[in-house]
């Protein structure tokens, strides 16, 4: 079947910058979608976007759907005819769905009774006649929050529509979209080129918006573009420039013709905090900044233009008088906030709310300090800095700074804790309990910031749990799930010997009276192990080795991953199925018995050969294995409790456990908890099985 490129684009004014890689994907595969319910094959697609336009290209578009066979059973004969033969209102309906007469039906069994039945066969529909709507589903399914009108017009989309292009081959598809009358003539830039540029097939129009229109139209060209000229730039002054993804997103979201610019700025701004000069310029100018080789920040920065200007000497000094009284503003608030000692903001704490029923930031502080306190005792570290640390880490929110840039909370209570002649490792520890902010940032380095890190966190989830706020689905306001993450992986990261059972209480006591208070404790637990299985995933480790640790839970995280990598080595071992099926029948022995077995093993009742060598080697092994659990050796144990296979195996098919004899039948089942027992010292190898 013949086919031709389609070439689909929608030139607005300028789109949302953050939004439009989230829109240009989602109109590829709305009108992916669209082709594929159509039943119009395709070879594939390529999507654009600039700030005036979305676009795509659909290679090798079938021209004409392919034919396709229609078959319907309609009602059974005895009920399409009545006794003198005549079509009942069932057939006569059933015609009329099919187009044509009773008579022109046939006859046909279901497989199970004889129906009236019509078959014919459907010539496809050209796909000129099915692209319009297409792509105006497409338009309407976008995930737009706001949607907007323009003019007189009834459309409504999330900026006003100037044209749209619909060329398939070299043929116009004639249509109305948006309000606009479809064509083969775009658009190039706003300035450069303002006047509309003819397009004589899909495939020119890459080449034709960039060498005619100054219009880089593919988004991913463009930011590579863009990151080259930036380090150009900075290699023009051997400085180095760390490239924010998020920041050149948006910025090549801003722009269709990228230029490069370095500016400079007084360096008498360089004695504000670097972060606040960062994030000043990226904020509000969308900058790039520029370090040393010693990673200071240098007074130059690196703006993107929108055109290639005849003077950029003019658009330069334009920028550099724009980002200058934003540098005045910061240095103005990091001196005016130095006036007032950090400390001396505590008191106003108590007017910020942290959440209406856990009570003010000041009161959070106050929890904070006190868990922080105890997990510093239980690990050995500081307590009064520890103490310290927590009861300063909030009152940067109340400063001039983190109230312009919410991005430097911690980072900035750390200057001015320094400033304040606060200890250094307390001073450090503030800006240190937002870390890890992110999947794959940054732990704490400090004793102090390890600590507070962890009560900050621990206080939050308690307390949201305490007053029935967990979160639901896809819901997680106070971000919970980020905070339990960060809370295993400080602490298996960083090899601590801490039992979070014991601090999920001691936050609790701070509370006093929670509404949820009931079983609160174990649901903490829970929700915070529970991300451990999202961690062992993405490493690859199966759900059934995870699950078989928890069943034994140990509330020690470090603990807790020791084991399961553990038993991940253990998976390895030639015996591991073997031992896991073994454990998985001595399991369901023992569970069906009304009272657990005899503690202890009488060795006079023994009548075989092999449960006498189960027995010793179960003594032999436990002598051997007890001091490697003790030291965690959880890989060298299991590793020795794997030559059990054969002992295990053999008892098995030589003894019977459910003998007619009570004493003797005990007896055995108390051998087999005593194996069980040994296993479950690391976890619980039964529910391999599930694997």
């Not at 863009?226 to 801003?254: C, G, N, P």
């Not at 801490?498 to 649901?523: F, M, R, W």
Request: proline content about 4%; overall charge negative; aromatic content about 8%.
């Amino acid at each position: 079947m013949s086919s031709r490129d389609l070439l689909i684009e929608i030139g607005t004014e300028e789109l949302p910058p953050v939004a439009l890689p989230h829109l240009s994907k989602a109109f590829e595969q709305e009108i992916t979608s669209g082709l594929t319910k159509a039943q119009l094959g395709f070879a594939g697609t390529t999507r654009f976007a600039s700030p005036r336009r979305l676009a795509v290209i659909v290679s090798g578009l079938q021209e004409t759907q392919e034919a396709a066979s229609i078959e319907k059973f309609g009602p059974a004969l005895q009920a399409a005819f009545d006794s003198d033969g005549n079509p009942t209102k069932a057939a006569e309906g059933f015609a009329r769905s099919c187009g044509v007469s009773v008579s022109e039906l046939s006859e046909k069994s279901d497989g199970k009774v004889a129906k009236l039945y019509y078959q014919a066969v459907r010539a496809g529909e050209p796909a000129t006649a099915l692209i319009p709507d297409i792509v105006n589903q497409a338009l309407a399914s976008l995930p737009i929050p706001k949607r907007m009108r323009w003019g007189a017009s009834l459309d409504e989309f999330v900026r006003p529509v100037h044209w749209v292009v619909l060329l398939f081959g070299n043929a116009v598809v004639p249509a109305t979209i948006m309000g606009i009358t479809t064509g083969n003539e775009t658009r190039g830039h706003r300035f450069h080129h303002p006047d509309g540029i003819v397009l004589n097939a899909p495939d020119e129009y890459a080449s034709a918006l960039a060498n005619d229109g100054f219009v880089i139209a593919d988004f991913a060209a463009r930011q590579d573009k863009i990151r080259e000229q930036i380090q150009q730039e900075a290699d023009k002054l051997s400085a180095h420039v760390d490239i924010d993804e998020a920041l050149l997103a948006e910025v090549t979201a801003l722009v269709e013709w990228p230029v490069a610019l370095t500016g400079s700025f007084d360096d008498t701004f360089l004695a504000v905090p670097k972060e606040a000069l960062v994030s000043s310029m990226k904020k509000h100018q969308k900058c790039f900044t520029l370090e040393d080789s010693d990673g200071n920040i240098l007074p130059h920065f690196i703006t993107i233009s929108n055109l290639a200007s005849q003077d950029p000497a003019k658009v330069v000094a334009g920028n550099e008088r724009v980002i200058r009284p934003r540098l005045a503003d910061a240095a103005f608030f990091y001196d005016q906030d130095k006036k007032l000692p950090l400390s001396a903001r505590q008191e106003k704490l108590k007017t910020v709310v942290f959440e209406q029923s856990l009570g003010t930031v000041y009161d959070k502080s106050q929890r904070v300090a006190a868990l922080a306190t105890y997990i510093a005792a239980d690990l050995g570290y500081d307590q009064s800095r520890a103490a310290r640390a927590a009861e300063l880490a909030k009152c940067d929110l109340l400063t001039g700074m983190v109230g312009e840039f919410a991005d430097l909370q911690g980072i900035m209570g750390s200057y001015y804790a320094k400033h304040d002649g606060e200890d250094a490792e307390v001073a450090t520890a503030i800006n240190e309990q937002y870390l890890p902010r992110f999947a794959g940032d940054g732990l704490p380095l400090t004793d102090t910031g390890i600590v507070v890190a962890l009560a900050e966190r621990l206080d939050t989830i308690v307390g949201l749990f305490g007053i029935g706020q967990p979160p639901t689905g896809s819901k997680d306001p106070y971000a919970l799930r980020r905070a339990a993450l960060g809370i295993l992986r400080i602490i298996v990261e960083k090899q601590l010997d801490l039992d979070l059972a014991t601090c999920v209480d001691n936050a609790i006591s701070h509370y006093g009276d929670l509404p949820e208070q009931e079983g609160l404790a174990q649901k903490v637990l829970d929700f915070i192990f529970e991300r451990f299985r999202a961690w062992y995933a993405d490493e690859g480790i199966k759900a059934s080795i995870f699950q078989a640790v928890d069943a034994v839970r140990s509330t020690k995280p470090y603990d807790f991953n020791l084991r399961v990598h553990a038993v991940r080595e253990f998976t390895a071992l030639k015996q591991a199925e073997a031992l896991s099926a073994a454990n998985k029948r001595v399991s369901n022995i023992l569970a069906k018995l009304d009272t657990p077995p005899a503690a202890y093993i009488e060795t006079a009742l023994f009548t075989e050969a092999a449960e006498q060598q189960l027995a010793t080697t179960l003594d032999t092994l436990t002598s051997e294995v007890e001091p490697l659990l003790q030291q965690r050796r959880y890989s060298e144990a299991l590793a020795a409790m794997a030559s059990l296979q054969g002992p295990v195996y053999t008892f098995f098919d030589e003894v019977m456990v459910n003998t007619d004899d009570d004493r003797v039948r005990s007896n055995r089942q108390s051998l087999l908890q005593k194996l069980r027992q040994l296993f479950l010292q690391v976890a619980d190898i039964s529910l391999l099985q599930t694997a």
